[in-house]
Protein backbone atom coordinates (compact mmCIF):
# COMPACT_ATOMS: atom_id res chain seq x y z
CA UNK A 1 0.00 0.00 0.00
CA UNK A 2 1.15 3.35 -1.27
CA UNK A 3 0.11 6.63 0.56
CA UNK A 4 1.53 10.17 0.12
CA UNK A 5 1.52 12.48 2.43
CA UNK A 6 2.43 16.43 2.13
CA UNK A 7 4.62 17.74 4.88
CA UNK A 8 5.64 21.70 6.36
CA UNK A 9 7.61 22.50 4.18
CA UNK A 10 5.69 21.53 1.66
CA UNK A 11 7.24 18.24 -0.43
CA UNK A 12 5.21 15.22 -1.22
CA UNK A 13 6.28 11.99 0.64
CA UNK A 14 5.46 8.61 -0.03
CA UNK A 15 4.92 5.89 2.12
CA UNK A 16 5.75 2.50 1.11
CA UNK A 17 4.34 -0.60 2.70
CA UNK A 18 7.21 -3.52 3.16
CA UNK A 19 5.10 -5.38 1.47
CA UNK A 20 5.07 -2.91 -1.42
CA UNK A 21 8.74 -2.16 -0.80
CA UNK A 22 9.87 -6.09 -1.66
CA UNK A 23 7.60 -6.25 -4.56
CA UNK A 24 9.79 -3.54 -6.23
CA UNK A 25 12.65 -4.48 -5.25
CA UNK A 26 11.73 -7.87 -6.78
CA UNK A 27 10.65 -6.52 -9.80
CA UNK A 28 13.51 -4.28 -10.52
CA UNK A 29 15.99 -7.21 -9.23
CA UNK A 30 14.49 -9.40 -11.83
CA UNK A 31 14.52 -6.66 -14.52
CA UNK A 32 18.68 -6.21 -14.00
CA UNK A 33 18.95 -10.11 -13.22
CA UNK A 34 17.46 -10.49 -17.12
CA UNK A 35 19.59 -8.23 -18.53
CA UNK A 36 22.79 -8.79 -16.76
CA UNK A 37 24.71 -11.65 -18.47
CA UNK A 38 27.33 -12.63 -15.88
CA UNK A 39 24.55 -13.26 -13.08
CA UNK A 40 22.24 -15.09 -16.12
CA UNK A 41 25.24 -17.10 -16.15
CA UNK A 42 26.41 -17.56 -12.53
CA UNK A 43 22.72 -17.92 -11.47
CA UNK A 44 22.22 -20.40 -14.32
CA UNK A 45 19.24 -18.05 -15.56
CA UNK A 46 18.37 -19.40 -18.96
CA UNK A 47 16.18 -22.48 -20.06
CA UNK A 48 17.26 -25.56 -18.48
CA UNK A 49 16.71 -27.68 -21.54
CA UNK A 50 19.75 -26.19 -23.05
CA UNK A 51 21.75 -27.80 -20.74
CA UNK A 52 19.88 -31.28 -19.89
CA UNK A 53 18.70 -31.83 -23.88
CA UNK A 54 22.23 -33.09 -25.09
CA UNK A 55 20.93 -33.99 -28.03
CA UNK A 56 19.62 -30.40 -28.87
CA UNK A 57 22.79 -28.48 -27.72
CA UNK A 58 24.45 -31.23 -29.89
CA UNK A 59 22.95 -29.69 -32.57
CA UNK A 60 23.25 -26.27 -32.13
CA UNK A 61 26.63 -26.50 -31.57
CA UNK A 62 27.66 -28.37 -34.81
CA UNK A 63 25.71 -25.97 -36.53
CA UNK A 64 27.69 -22.72 -34.51
CA UNK A 65 31.10 -24.76 -35.76
CA UNK A 66 29.84 -25.02 -39.38
CA UNK A 67 29.21 -21.60 -39.06
CA UNK A 68 32.48 -20.10 -37.88
CA UNK A 69 34.45 -22.96 -39.85
CA UNK A 70 33.68 -23.05 -43.22
CA UNK A 71 34.05 -26.12 -44.95
CA UNK A 72 33.81 -27.76 -41.50
CA UNK A 73 31.51 -31.25 -42.10
CA UNK A 74 28.44 -31.48 -39.76
CA UNK A 75 28.43 -34.91 -39.52
CA UNK A 76 32.03 -35.37 -37.97
CA UNK A 77 32.24 -36.81 -34.75
CA UNK A 78 33.64 -34.85 -32.69
CA UNK A 79 32.91 -31.43 -34.14
CA UNK A 80 31.60 -30.05 -30.68
CA UNK A 81 33.24 -32.03 -28.18
CA UNK A 82 35.37 -29.45 -26.61
CA UNK A 83 32.46 -27.31 -25.98
CA UNK A 84 31.36 -29.74 -23.62
CA UNK A 85 34.53 -31.81 -22.76
CA UNK A 86 35.01 -31.06 -18.70
CA UNK A 87 38.74 -30.68 -18.92
CA UNK A 88 38.13 -27.62 -20.59
CA UNK A 89 36.55 -24.08 -18.67
CA UNK A 90 33.95 -23.63 -21.67
CA UNK A 91 31.92 -26.52 -20.45
CA UNK A 92 30.22 -25.03 -17.59
CA UNK A 93 29.41 -22.01 -20.06
CA UNK A 94 27.43 -24.31 -22.78
CA UNK A 95 24.03 -24.08 -21.72
CA UNK A 96 24.12 -20.23 -21.34
CA UNK A 97 25.78 -20.37 -24.95
CA UNK A 98 23.09 -22.49 -26.78
CA UNK A 99 20.70 -20.83 -24.85
CA UNK A 100 21.99 -17.18 -26.27
CA UNK A 101 22.18 -18.65 -29.39
CA UNK A 102 18.41 -20.02 -29.19
CA UNK A 103 17.26 -16.71 -27.90
CA UNK A 104 19.22 -14.70 -30.71
CA UNK A 105 17.65 -16.83 -33.35
CA UNK A 106 14.10 -16.46 -32.07
CA UNK A 107 14.78 -12.76 -32.02
CA UNK A 108 15.98 -12.28 -35.38
CA UNK A 109 14.85 -14.53 -37.18
CA UNK A 110 11.48 -16.33 -35.54
CA UNK A 111 12.59 -19.47 -35.46
CA UNK A 112 14.62 -20.95 -31.94
CA UNK A 113 16.46 -23.92 -33.62
CA UNK A 114 20.17 -22.27 -34.35
CA UNK A 115 20.36 -25.45 -36.20
CA UNK A 116 17.50 -24.91 -38.53
CA UNK A 117 18.35 -21.65 -40.06
CA UNK A 118 20.10 -21.08 -43.26
CA UNK A 119 24.01 -20.23 -43.26
CA UNK A 120 23.48 -16.55 -43.68
CA UNK A 121 20.65 -16.06 -41.18
CA UNK A 122 23.08 -18.27 -38.62
CA UNK A 123 26.46 -15.61 -39.89
CA UNK A 124 23.37 -13.30 -38.28
CA UNK A 125 23.22 -14.79 -34.80
CA UNK A 126 26.79 -15.12 -34.34
CA UNK A 127 27.50 -11.40 -35.47
CA UNK A 128 24.72 -10.16 -33.42
CA UNK A 129 26.34 -12.01 -30.52
CA UNK A 130 29.54 -10.74 -30.99
CA UNK A 131 28.00 -7.22 -31.03
CA UNK A 132 26.54 -7.91 -27.82
CA UNK A 133 27.39 -7.04 -24.29
CA UNK A 134 30.98 -7.39 -23.06
CA UNK A 135 30.25 -11.01 -21.23
CA UNK A 136 28.15 -12.47 -24.39
CA UNK A 137 31.19 -10.91 -26.65
CA UNK A 138 33.81 -12.48 -24.63
CA UNK A 139 31.73 -15.53 -24.60
CA UNK A 140 31.27 -16.18 -28.66
CA UNK A 141 34.84 -15.25 -28.88
CA UNK A 142 35.61 -17.36 -27.09
CA UNK A 143 33.50 -20.12 -28.78
CA UNK A 144 35.19 -19.46 -31.93
CA UNK A 145 38.31 -20.23 -30.54
CA UNK A 146 37.68 -23.09 -29.06
CA UNK A 147 35.92 -24.35 -32.23
CA UNK A 148 39.20 -23.42 -34.08
CA UNK A 149 41.64 -24.78 -32.35
CA UNK A 150 39.58 -28.18 -31.46
CA UNK A 151 39.06 -28.03 -35.52
CA UNK A 152 42.38 -27.41 -37.15
CA UNK A 153 44.58 -29.56 -35.13
CA UNK A 154 41.99 -32.46 -35.03
CA UNK A 155 42.72 -32.74 -30.97
CA UNK A 156 40.24 -35.63 -30.51
CA UNK A 157 41.55 -37.39 -33.52
CA UNK A 158 46.19 -37.66 -34.24
CA UNK A 159 45.87 -39.28 -37.37
CA UNK A 160 43.01 -37.28 -38.71
CA UNK A 161 44.36 -34.09 -39.68
CA UNK A 162 42.58 -31.02 -41.57
CA UNK A 163 42.36 -30.60 -45.21
CA UNK A 164 41.27 -27.11 -44.55
CA UNK A 165 44.61 -26.08 -43.47
CA UNK A 166 46.53 -28.71 -45.42
CA UNK A 167 47.35 -30.68 -42.49
CA UNK A 168 47.81 -34.58 -42.59
CA UNK A 169 47.57 -35.32 -39.49
CA UNK A 170 49.83 -37.31 -37.25
CA UNK A 171 52.43 -40.23 -38.49
CA UNK A 172 52.16 -38.50 -42.03
CA UNK A 173 54.98 -40.16 -44.66
CA UNK A 174 56.28 -37.26 -46.18
CA UNK A 175 58.42 -38.53 -49.31
CA UNK A 176 61.98 -37.48 -50.32
CA UNK A 177 60.38 -34.41 -52.73
CA UNK A 178 57.66 -33.26 -50.03
CA UNK A 179 60.55 -32.75 -47.43
CA UNK A 180 63.43 -31.99 -49.58
CA UNK A 181 64.51 -29.26 -52.56
CA UNK A 182 66.84 -31.06 -55.09
CA UNK A 183 68.94 -28.04 -56.02
CA UNK A 184 69.21 -26.90 -52.03
CA UNK A 185 72.99 -26.59 -52.44
CA UNK A 186 73.03 -23.58 -54.63
CA UNK A 187 70.07 -21.78 -52.47
CA UNK A 188 72.17 -22.13 -48.62
CA UNK A 189 73.89 -19.10 -47.13
CA UNK A 190 77.23 -19.42 -46.32
CA UNK A 191 78.15 -21.41 -43.10
CA UNK A 192 80.40 -19.35 -40.19
CA UNK A 193 81.10 -22.94 -38.44
CA UNK A 194 82.74 -25.63 -39.14
CA UNK A 195 80.49 -27.76 -37.03
CA UNK A 196 77.33 -25.89 -35.78
CA UNK A 197 79.51 -24.47 -32.74
CA UNK A 198 80.35 -20.89 -32.39
CA UNK A 199 83.79 -20.39 -30.43
CA UNK B 1 55.14 -42.54 6.15
CA UNK B 2 57.90 -44.59 4.83
CA UNK B 3 61.70 -43.44 5.98
CA UNK B 4 64.10 -44.26 3.60
CA UNK B 5 67.78 -43.36 3.69
CA UNK B 6 70.40 -43.16 0.93
CA UNK B 7 73.81 -41.86 0.32
CA UNK B 8 72.94 -39.46 -2.68
CA UNK B 9 69.37 -38.20 -3.01
CA UNK B 10 68.91 -36.42 -6.69
CA UNK B 11 65.66 -34.44 -6.62
CA UNK B 12 64.29 -34.33 -10.59
CA UNK B 13 65.17 -36.05 -13.30
CA UNK B 14 66.19 -34.01 -15.99
CA UNK B 15 69.24 -33.31 -17.61
CA UNK B 16 71.02 -31.53 -14.84
CA UNK B 17 69.43 -34.58 -12.33
CA UNK B 18 70.45 -37.21 -14.68
CA UNK B 19 74.20 -36.79 -15.18
CA UNK B 20 75.62 -36.36 -12.18
CA UNK B 21 72.67 -39.04 -10.58
CA UNK B 22 74.83 -41.22 -13.56
CA UNK B 23 78.20 -40.39 -12.39
CA UNK B 24 77.71 -41.00 -8.96
CA UNK B 25 75.92 -44.46 -9.30
CA UNK B 26 78.77 -45.59 -11.83
CA UNK B 27 81.61 -44.72 -8.73
CA UNK B 28 79.33 -47.31 -6.47
CA UNK B 29 77.47 -44.57 -4.69
CA UNK B 30 74.06 -45.33 -3.61
CA UNK B 31 71.79 -43.60 -5.44
CA UNK B 32 67.76 -42.75 -5.24
CA UNK B 33 65.90 -40.20 -7.41
CA UNK B 34 62.69 -38.54 -7.04
CA UNK B 35 60.96 -37.34 -9.76
CA UNK B 36 57.34 -35.54 -8.48
CA UNK B 37 55.99 -36.50 -11.97
CA UNK B 38 54.79 -39.64 -13.61
CA UNK B 39 56.90 -42.05 -15.08
CA UNK B 40 57.04 -41.58 -19.19
CA UNK B 41 57.47 -44.74 -21.14
CA UNK B 42 58.31 -42.86 -24.84
CA UNK B 43 56.40 -45.44 -26.83
CA UNK B 44 53.52 -45.99 -24.66
CA UNK B 45 52.86 -42.53 -22.95
CA UNK B 46 53.87 -39.92 -25.92
CA UNK B 47 51.06 -38.57 -28.65
CA UNK B 48 51.25 -37.28 -31.46
CA UNK B 49 48.81 -34.72 -31.04
CA UNK B 50 48.15 -30.80 -30.23
CA UNK B 51 45.47 -31.65 -27.87
CA UNK B 52 46.20 -28.63 -24.86
CA UNK B 53 44.78 -31.80 -22.51
CA UNK B 54 47.62 -33.58 -24.02
CA UNK B 55 50.23 -31.25 -23.88
CA UNK B 56 49.52 -29.61 -20.67
CA UNK B 57 49.59 -31.94 -18.67
CA UNK B 58 53.24 -32.27 -19.43
CA UNK B 59 54.42 -28.71 -20.41
CA UNK B 60 53.68 -26.43 -17.78
CA UNK B 61 55.21 -22.43 -17.94
CA UNK B 62 56.45 -19.69 -15.43
CA UNK B 63 56.65 -16.04 -16.13
CA UNK B 64 57.44 -12.64 -14.60
CA UNK B 65 58.03 -9.20 -16.11
CA UNK B 66 61.55 -10.03 -16.74
CA UNK B 67 61.49 -13.75 -17.84
CA UNK B 68 59.62 -16.37 -18.85
CA UNK B 69 59.98 -20.29 -19.33
CA UNK B 70 58.27 -23.55 -20.00
CA UNK B 71 59.41 -26.37 -18.28
CA UNK B 72 58.49 -30.17 -18.11
CA UNK B 73 56.74 -32.19 -14.97
CA UNK B 74 57.82 -36.05 -16.28
CA UNK B 75 60.38 -38.62 -15.70
CA UNK B 76 62.98 -37.31 -17.94
CA UNK B 77 62.26 -33.66 -17.51
CA UNK B 78 62.29 -31.85 -20.54
CA UNK B 79 63.95 -33.59 -22.29
CA UNK B 80 61.11 -35.72 -23.69
CA UNK B 81 59.66 -32.45 -25.08
CA UNK B 82 62.67 -30.48 -26.35
CA UNK B 83 63.39 -29.18 -29.66
CA UNK B 84 66.64 -31.15 -29.63
CA UNK B 85 68.60 -28.46 -30.69
CA UNK B 86 71.77 -29.19 -28.73
CA UNK B 87 74.64 -26.29 -29.20
CA UNK B 88 77.56 -25.36 -27.03
CA UNK B 89 77.51 -22.05 -25.16
CA UNK B 90 79.74 -19.36 -27.34
CA UNK B 91 82.94 -18.50 -25.44
CA UNK B 92 81.53 -14.98 -25.00
CA UNK B 93 79.06 -16.56 -22.74
CA UNK B 94 81.52 -17.29 -20.33
CA UNK B 95 82.76 -13.35 -20.27
CA UNK B 96 79.47 -12.10 -19.41
CA UNK B 97 79.67 -9.58 -16.13
CA UNK B 98 77.06 -8.15 -13.64
CA UNK B 99 76.42 -4.21 -13.12
CA UNK B 100 79.26 -4.27 -11.03
CA UNK B 101 81.88 -6.06 -13.39
CA UNK B 102 82.00 -9.11 -11.56
CA UNK B 103 82.05 -12.07 -13.92
CA UNK B 104 78.77 -14.04 -13.69
CA UNK B 105 80.26 -17.49 -14.24
CA UNK B 106 82.62 -19.17 -11.41
CA UNK B 107 86.31 -18.84 -11.97
CA UNK B 108 88.09 -21.67 -13.85
CA UNK B 109 84.22 -22.47 -16.05
CA UNK B 110 84.68 -21.76 -19.22
CA UNK B 111 84.35 -22.68 -22.70
CA UNK B 112 87.78 -24.56 -23.14
CA UNK B 113 87.25 -26.23 -19.27
CA UNK B 114 83.84 -27.38 -20.57
CA UNK B 115 84.63 -28.57 -24.17
CA UNK B 116 85.33 -32.34 -22.55
CA UNK B 117 82.57 -32.58 -20.93
CA UNK B 118 81.00 -31.13 -23.91
CA UNK B 119 82.09 -34.00 -26.02
CA UNK B 120 80.79 -36.32 -23.23
CA UNK B 121 77.39 -35.43 -23.31
CA UNK B 122 77.18 -34.77 -26.92
CA UNK B 123 78.39 -38.46 -27.33
CA UNK B 124 75.35 -39.85 -24.72
CA UNK B 125 72.85 -37.82 -26.59
CA UNK B 126 74.43 -38.71 -30.34
CA UNK B 127 74.39 -34.83 -30.95
CA UNK B 128 75.47 -34.60 -34.44
CA UNK B 129 74.97 -31.88 -36.87
CA UNK B 130 72.50 -32.74 -39.54
CA UNK B 131 74.02 -33.25 -42.91
CA UNK B 132 73.76 -31.06 -46.21
CA UNK B 133 71.33 -33.17 -47.71
CA UNK B 134 68.82 -33.47 -44.63
CA UNK B 135 68.32 -29.67 -44.83
CA UNK B 136 64.58 -29.88 -45.14
CA UNK B 137 62.47 -27.09 -47.31
CA UNK B 138 61.76 -25.19 -44.33
CA UNK B 139 65.29 -24.87 -43.70
CA UNK B 140 66.76 -23.91 -46.94
CA UNK B 141 64.08 -21.72 -47.33
CA UNK B 142 65.12 -20.12 -43.88
CA UNK B 143 68.80 -20.27 -44.93
CA UNK B 144 67.86 -18.83 -48.66
CA UNK B 145 66.22 -15.31 -46.30
CA UNK B 146 69.59 -15.61 -44.38
CA UNK B 147 71.61 -15.37 -47.47
CA UNK B 148 69.61 -13.13 -49.29
CA UNK B 149 70.09 -10.38 -46.48
CA UNK B 150 73.41 -10.87 -46.11
CA UNK B 151 73.85 -13.37 -43.25
CA UNK B 152 75.30 -16.63 -43.02
CA UNK B 153 73.12 -19.47 -41.50
CA UNK B 154 74.82 -23.04 -40.16
CA UNK B 155 73.16 -26.11 -39.54
CA UNK B 156 71.98 -26.92 -36.08
CA UNK B 157 73.26 -29.53 -33.94
CA UNK B 158 70.22 -32.20 -32.79
CA UNK B 159 70.33 -35.00 -30.13
CA UNK B 160 68.39 -36.92 -32.76
CA UNK B 161 69.26 -40.60 -34.45
CA UNK B 162 66.63 -41.47 -37.52
CA UNK B 163 64.23 -38.72 -37.49
CA UNK B 164 61.31 -39.70 -39.99
CA UNK B 165 60.36 -35.92 -40.21
CA UNK B 166 56.70 -36.33 -38.42
CA UNK B 167 56.85 -33.06 -37.20
CA UNK B 168 55.62 -33.99 -33.36
CA UNK B 169 59.11 -33.27 -31.93
CA UNK B 170 57.50 -30.78 -28.81
CA UNK B 171 54.67 -33.92 -28.21
CA UNK B 172 57.37 -36.34 -27.51
CA UNK B 173 58.73 -38.20 -30.17
CA UNK B 174 57.10 -41.96 -30.46
CA UNK B 175 59.84 -42.94 -32.66
CA UNK B 176 62.48 -43.11 -30.27
CA UNK B 177 64.36 -40.92 -32.75
CA UNK B 178 64.57 -37.90 -30.25
CA UNK B 179 67.45 -38.64 -27.85
CA UNK B 180 65.44 -38.35 -24.87
CA UNK B 181 67.39 -39.06 -21.57
CA UNK B 182 65.25 -42.19 -21.62
CA UNK B 183 67.73 -43.56 -23.80
CA UNK B 184 70.42 -43.16 -21.92
CA UNK B 185 71.11 -41.46 -18.81
CA UNK B 186 68.45 -42.92 -17.06
CA UNK B 187 68.78 -46.65 -18.45
CA UNK B 188 72.37 -46.89 -17.34
CA UNK B 189 72.12 -45.00 -14.00
CA UNK B 190 69.69 -47.64 -13.09
CA UNK B 191 71.55 -50.54 -14.75
CA UNK B 192 73.77 -49.15 -12.60
CA UNK B 193 71.96 -49.45 -9.56
CA UNK B 194 70.31 -46.10 -9.50
CA UNK B 195 66.94 -46.24 -8.22
CA UNK B 196 64.20 -43.94 -9.50
CA UNK B 197 60.89 -42.93 -7.52
CA UNK B 198 58.50 -41.26 -9.60
CA UNK B 199 54.75 -39.44 -8.08
CA UNK B 200 57.55 -38.82 -5.74
CA UNK B 201 57.85 -34.67 -4.25
CA UNK B 202 60.38 -33.56 -1.88
CA UNK B 203 58.57 -30.64 0.22
CA UNK B 204 61.07 -29.31 2.54
CA UNK B 205 64.85 -30.12 2.97
CA UNK B 206 66.81 -29.53 5.94
CA UNK B 207 70.39 -29.88 7.43
CA UNK B 208 70.57 -32.89 9.82
CA UNK B 209 71.86 -31.69 13.11
CA UNK B 210 74.41 -32.75 15.30
CA UNK B 211 75.79 -32.00 18.84
CA UNK B 212 78.76 -30.84 19.08
CA UNK B 213 80.74 -30.64 22.78
CA UNK B 214 83.52 -28.20 23.40
CA UNK B 215 86.56 -29.53 25.70
CA UNK B 216 85.02 -26.86 28.12
CA UNK B 217 81.74 -28.40 28.16
CA UNK B 218 79.90 -26.11 26.06
CA UNK B 219 76.97 -27.47 23.23
CA UNK B 220 76.15 -26.87 20.10
CA UNK B 221 73.93 -27.65 17.78
CA UNK B 222 76.01 -28.10 14.18
CA UNK B 223 74.64 -29.25 10.85
CA UNK B 224 76.43 -31.79 9.11
CA UNK B 225 77.67 -31.51 5.66
CA UNK B 226 76.03 -32.48 3.25
CA UNK B 227 73.54 -33.89 5.29
CA UNK B 228 69.96 -33.27 4.65
CA UNK B 229 66.75 -34.82 5.77
CA UNK B 230 63.68 -34.30 2.77
CA UNK B 231 60.52 -34.66 3.13
Known amino acids: MIRSQQSDDGFVTRCVSRKEFLKQVAVASGFFFAACSPLRVVFKAYPRKFEEDTALCDCVLRAFVTTVIPGAGSDEPNLARMFTDDYYPFHSFSGFFVADLSERSADLFGNERFDQLSLAQRTKVVEDGLNADATVQRLYRGAILIAQVSYYPGIYDDTKGCPLIDFHGANYGFTADEMYYPNYQALLAREATANGNYS | ?231
Open chain 2, 1 to 231: MKKITTEVLVIGSGFGATAPALRLSQVGAQVLMIEKAKDIVPERDFKQTQDPKYLLQYLKGMSSDQVGFTYAEALGGGSGFYEMVSLRAPSAVFDQTDADGRRLWPAGVDRKSLDPYYDLAEEMLGVEQIGLDEIPKSGVAFSLLMKNLGYSCDRARYAVKGCVGSGFCVSGCIFGAKQSLHFNYLPQAKAAGMEVLTDTEAISIRPLLYDVRSSAGTRTIASLPCRYAVE
